[in-house]
């Protein structure tokens, strides 16, 4: 059959391992030259080349936590909870709050975050997880009410839910920047924990991003395949994603299986928050940074597919982390067009599946 | 589906009113103090243009676009790198050029953006524009070459246009010239043959798609023309300001234009302005009463005044102000008609969605001379709701 066939092709006759559209043979050019760079990068300082895909890999692990929260409401609900990245931000604000006010050396000290040099207090691990687990909660919460007040009554309306959350964003956003003002803010790590470790080949990798995120994120991809595949309410969710309304008939509380997705979601959101706020910073911004970054990765992966979660965020992670370590061409340092390979990734990836690797019309 | 898209004969208060706003459009600079010329009215009427791309492509293609913003803030960054200017390339050459170059280069974004985005609908297409609208405002943020550090400031502007502090006047009857045009353009686009099929794609992609028209083209280039609308914005803001920056792309301008289309109603052209002009006097007046609630409430906290305005109205009126004056229009008629407004209330007391309304079409107001449009109206609101759960045939090439 000709290349050049301009009427469309269904995908069904299609014969395997034969390029037939120009967008196809573009594409695979395209990785092609992709994946030829990486070979030569990486022959180049293989060391260096381990290093950047390990930290895509960490940064693939917080987006991959958050962004299973934001695919699994939508999974269920058809609901995008565009307040997602506000979730993310307030659960690192109110973990990086309660850190001060409950276990700080100086109580009641408005200072604190000022004078860091001197008589910093020794965090140890309980009093990194108590604000964790209190904030993610905290989360978990709020996300309930923002879906029991704001979004139950509209259910069905997608594009309403979505402008209601929207309309969340804004007042979050104003809100936090209020009370947490506009000075970036971190969440102190355990003082017992080493900051870095040493791997092989690589030399010295930060250990909270390798152990603690990683894991986190492997342990939530696996809790929530385990949490869909075996439980009860896992099974009500993989019916409801096929058919609501026969769930519904069914006898199912459906308000009340939507307010658990809700809770787990926005409690995912804000759990990253935590870890994000541990491992880079808490500033404005960093809620609609996630917001992007969820987005990205549903893009990518498939709304309301878990896979296609984890498949989105190493793929997001690793290009932004090659993105800054690579794109420096000779004398001229192109790091900073790096969104631009984001912004490749997401059309790359549309141009050949509309609804994302996983995804499909909902 | 002519019916639908034909514009009901206006109502005599309706005209007078009309004539009203137009007499005063013209006589601004004779009424209104200078400040409130350039501050306020010619900034909603760029604002309403960006509004109105976004309005147009909701009501005419049945597609929310989070990207016009980025669209409009592409066509700045270009004209003021073209032209000359602090901060940024500052290339000098002529303003005009610069202009129409941004144009260009802002349309063919909104071009390749339309082409990508035109393969999904409802939420996705939402969900993509809006990740596109981000990655612009990053891409901004981070290229300080382009966008400058403090961005770009002291645009040069071209001479006929006038400055707006020294000689608002003009600068006013320009920006009221291109939103008139881009106006009375996209209305008049609405009854072309391409008008035609991209609603008939609004209301039944898979039908449209049966009958042989091509789907993802028609809404591609309806994405060329908002982008273009948003990009002639995105020039007038450049010489409004004469600065931009990153922060005119943000997230939260994203929202504020959101709030403005939504405010205005998201399926009446003319909202655009409705919502823009109360965009504009909520953003200069409320500083000054808003009561202070601690910390949460005050004239600093503006965004949070707005965001409960924006929720507040997406949940008791999705129409926006305009579709909140046409039920109470069509309640008052309906309790003056008797028995021929039956059909009328029905229509307005059909569930507030903003995708239900997207049934009746931009170009028709509310005015429904005859059962049917209004019956047709409810039927296409039906269909919306129930349009993402049929599969698709042939979405996939």
């Given at each position: 059959m000709a290349t050049s066939a301009p009427e469309p092709l269904s995908a069904g006759i299609e014969a395997p391992g034969r390029l037939r559209q120009p967008k196809q043979v573009i594409g695979g050019a395209v990785a092609a030259l992709v994946a030829g760079w990486l070979i030569v990068k990486a022959v180049g300082n293989f060391g260096g080349f381990l290093n950047a895909t390990l930290l895509g890999l960490t940064l693939a692990g917080l987006?991959?936590?958050?962004?299973?929260?934001f695919t699994l409401i939508f999974g269920l609900m058809r609901t995008i909870n565009m307040a997602h990245g506000s979730l993310y931000l307030l659960g690192g604000y109110i973990a990086f709050e309660l850190q001060e006010k409950l276990f700080s050396d100086n109580k009641g000290g408005f200072e604190l975050s000022i004078g860091q040099s001197s008589g910093e207090t020794q965090y140890s691990t309980i009093e990194w997880l108590v604000p964790l687990l209190i904030a993610a909660l905290a989360m978990g919460v709020l996300g309930v009410l923002i879906y029991q007040l704001l979004l139950r009554w509209n259910q069905g309306q997608e594009l309403r839910q979505a402008l209601i959350t929207i309309a969340v964003i804004i007042i979050a956003g104003d809100q936090m920047l209020a009370h947490f003002?506009?000075?970036?803010?971190?969440?102190?790590?355990?003082?017992?924990?080493?900051?870095?470790?040493?791997i092989p080949l690589i030399g010295s990798f930060g250990f909270f991003r390798?152990?603690?995120?990683?894991?986190?994120?492997?342990?939530?991809?696996?809790?929530?395949w385990w949490m869909i595949k075996r439980t009860r309410f896992g099974l009500i969710t993989r019916a409801g994603v096929d058919d609501r309304d026969m769930v519904s008939a069914l006898g199912i509380n459906i308000p009340l299986v939507f307010a658990a997705a809700f809770f787990i979601g926005s409690l995912l959101a804000g759990f990253g928050g935590v870890l994000g706020g541990s491992m880079l910073s808490l500033q404005p911004g960093q809620d609609s940074a996630f917001l992007l970054n969820s987005l990205v990765v549903v893009i990518i992966g498939g709304m309301g597919s878990l896979g296609g979660a984890a498949v989105g965020a190493v793929a997001l992670g690793l290009?932004?982390?090659?993105?800054?370590?690579?794109?420096?061409?000779?004398?001229?340092d192109l790091t900073n067009y790096s969104i631009l390979l984001t912004f490749g990734l997401v059309v790359a990836v549309l141009a050949v599946r509309p609804y994302g690797l996983f995804g499909r019309p909902a | 589906m002519n019916i639908s898209v034909r514009s009901a004969p206006l109502t005599r208060p309706e005209k007078i009113g009309l004539g009203v706003i137009a007499v005063v459009a013209l006589l601004a600079p004779v009424?209104?103090?200078?400040?409130?010329?350039?501050?306020?009215?010619?900034?909603?009427?760029?604002?309403g243009l960006v509004a109105l791309s976004l309005i147009f492509l909701s009501s005419y293609g049945g597609m929310v676009s989070l990207a016009q913003v980025a669209i409009f803030g592409i066509a700045g960054l270009v004209t003021a790198n073209l032209s000359e200017a602090e901060g940024g390339l500052s290339v000098a050459i002529d303003p005009w050029l610069a202009a129409i170059i941004a144009i260009l280069v802002a349309v063919a974004v909104a071009l390749i953006f339309g082409a990508i985005a035109s393969r999904s609908e409802g939420i996705y297409f939402l969900m993509i524009t809006l990740a596109f609208g981000v990655m612009v405002y990053y891409f901004f943020g981070q290229v300080t070459s382009l966008a400058g550090h403090g961005g770009v400031n002291n645009v040069a502007i071209p001479g006929i246009v006038g400055d707006r502090v020294n000689d608002p006047a003009s600068f006013y009857y320009v920006s009221l010239a291109v939103a008139a045009a881009c106006y009375f353009g996209l209305r008049y686009l609405g009854r072309t043959p391409f008008g035609l099929t991209l609603q008939g794609i609004r209301d039944e992609p898979t039908r449209m798609r049966a009958l042989g028209y091509h789907v993802e083209v028609h809404r591609t280039l309806a994405f060329g023309v908002a982008g273009l609308v948003a990009a002639l914005a995105g020039v007038l803001f450049v010489w409004w300001g004469r600065r931009i920056g990153p922060g005119a792309v943000e997230l939260a301008t994203v929202i504020d234009v959101l709030v403005v289309a939504v405010i205005g109603g998201l399926y009446r052209l003319h909202g655009a302005w409705v919502g823009a002009l109360a965009f504009v006097l909520l953003d200069n007046y409320t500083r000054r009463w808003t009561p202070e609630i601690g910390d949460i409430l005050g004239p600093e906290r503006f965004n949070t005044l707005l965001g409960l305005i924006f929720l507040a109205i997406v949940l008791i009126s999705p129409g926006g102000l305009v579709g909140a004056y046409e039920s109470l229009r069509d309640r008052v008629r309906a309790y003056f008609a008797g028995r021929r407004g039956d059909v009328q209330e029905d229509a307005s007391l059909a569930p507030p969605a903003p995708d239900g309304a997207s049934g009746a079409a931009a170009g028709a107001p509310?005015?429904?001379?005859?059962?049917?449009?209004?019956?047709?109206?409810?039927?296409?609101?039906?269909?919306?709701?129930?349009?993402?759960a049929t599969p698709e045939i042939g979405g996939e090439e």
């Open positions: 987006y991959f936590v958050v962004a299973s929260g003002g506009g000075v970036a803010k971190d969440i102190k790590l355990p003082a017992s924990w080493p900051t870095s470790v040493d390798l152990t603690i995120v990683l894991g986190s994120a492997i342990l939530v991809g696996l809790l929530l290009v932004q982390a090659y993105g800054a370590s690579y794109l420096v061409f000779g004398g001229t | 009424i209104f103090s200078n400040f409130f010329l350039s501050a306020l009215l010619t900034q909603a009427i760029w604002l509310a005015d429904r001379p005859n059962g049917p449009v209004a019956a047709q109206a409810d039927v296409t609101f039906q269909r919306s709701k129930t349009q993402t």
